[in-house]
């Protein structure tokens, strides 16, 4: 007889695989786009500010640049979005008494942190083959810097998915919230290079200050001023308060 470890196990790969199928069409193709979005992002952002004439501040290519900054950006945004859709997706799954909502949310979490290396990894391979070392100056720190991203994802999506619970309607209002984000945020332009009184402000963002967190293992001499604990208290907090919602708030919902 399995035990409840098992369980608990084909469970959460049942889901997880549920999820990679349920992407753009029902197909592990979908799946793949959804993989590859942050390749065609890069292309879309570098060919604008190649026809802009616009000239990055930092670093020797462009592609580069971007890339430091779109994906931290990109991790945070699509598991802070994706942690609540799929919550939404499964809900009906919850039904069945071996499926908790908890679930849901774990197995899509997974699939999430999946995606974001694996975008990372092609992103890196495709700078490569244009010729461009993806490798920063100090590894550790751009890849903390990214591992909080993606820490910061998942505290906010589990705050989404105890909002949404009550209020479906947030789903569309968040995709909107974070589009503000990313455009503030500092992903075309280094937030450090803004006037004092400007970057004052940016930096109560912790998504601006991920970027550079990741960008001054790139470029360690670029006046950033980045607040670590600030940061983790952002991880932690999102993520307690997210999960004391799950407890109190998802799981009283019919």
């Given at each position: 007889m399995p035990s409840y470890i098992d369980v608990y196990l084909?469970?959460?790969?049942?889901?997880?695989?549920?999820?990679?199928?349920?992407?753009?069409?029902?197909?592990?193709?979908?799946?793949?786009?959804?993989?590859?979005?942050?390749?065609?992002?890069?292309?879309?952002?570098?060919?604008?500010?190649?026809?802009?004439?616009?000239?990055?501040?930092?670093?020797?290519?462009?592609?580069?640049?971007?890339?430091?900054?779109?994906?931290?950006?990109?991790?945070?945004?699509?598991?802070?979005?994706?942690?609540?859709?799929?919550?939404?997706?499964?809900?009906?799954l919850t039904y069945f008494p071996q499926v908790k909502k908890f679930d849901t949310v774990v197995a899509r979490i997974l699939v999430e942190i999946v995606n974001a290396f694996l975008g990372l990894m092609l992103v890196m391979a495709t700078l490569i083959c244009f010729g461009v070392d993806p490798v920063p100056v100090d590894i550790f720190q751009s890849v903390t810097g990214y591992l909080a991203a993606i820490g910061l994802g998942i505290g906010i999506g589990f705050i989404n998915v105890g909002i949404v619970s009550i209020f479906p309607g947030w789903a569309l209002g968040y995709v909107l919230i974070t589009i503000l984000l990313y455009l503030s945020s500092g992903v075309y332009f280094l937030a450090c290079y803004m006037p004092q009184e400007i970057y004052y402000y940016m930096q109560w963002n912790p998504v601006t200050q991920i970027i550079d967190w990741v960008r001054l293992g790139y470029e360690p001499m670029i006046p950033a001023q980045v607040g670590y604990l600030y940061v983790f208290m952002w991880i932690f907090g999102s993520l307690t308060v997210g999960l004391i919602m799950e407890r109190f708030v998802v799981r009283a919902q019919q």
């Amino acid at each position: 007889m399995p035990s409840y470890i098992d369980v608990y196990l084909r469970v959460l790969s049942a889901l997880m695989l549920r999820d990679m199928r349920s992407r753009f069409g029902g197909s592990y193709w979908g799946y793949l786009v959804q993989v590859l979005w942050p390749c065609v992002h890069l292309g879309i952002i570098v060919g604008a500010m190649a026809f802009r004439g616009m000239k990055q501040p930092i670093l020797d290519s462009p592609m580069l640049f971007v890339a430091t900054g779109a994906l931290p950006a990109l991790a945070f945004q699509y598991v802070s979005r994706e942690v609540m859709k799929g919550y939404l997706v499964h809900k009906p799954l919850t039904y069945f008494p071996q499926v908790k909502k908890f679930d849901t949310v774990v197995a899509r979490i997974l699939v999430e942190i999946v995606n974001a290396f694996l975008g990372l990894m092609l992103v890196m391979a495709t700078l490569i083959c244009f010729g461009v070392d993806p490798v920063p100056v100090d590894i550790f720190q751009s890849v903390t810097g990214y591992l909080a991203a993606i820490g910061l994802g998942i505290g906010i999506g589990f705050i989404n998915v105890g909002i949404v619970s009550i209020f479906p309607g947030w789903a569309l209002g968040y995709v909107l919230i974070t589009i503000l984000l990313y455009l503030s945020s500092g992903v075309y332009f280094l937030a450090c290079y803004m006037p004092q009184e400007i970057y004052y402000y940016m930096q109560w963002n912790p998504v601006t200050q991920i970027i550079d967190w990741v960008r001054l293992g790139y470029e360690p001499m670029i006046p950033a001023q980045v607040g670590y604990l600030y940061v983790f208290m952002w991880i932690f907090g999102s993520l307690t308060v997210g999960l004391i919602m799950e407890r109190f708030v998802v799981r009283a919902q019919q």
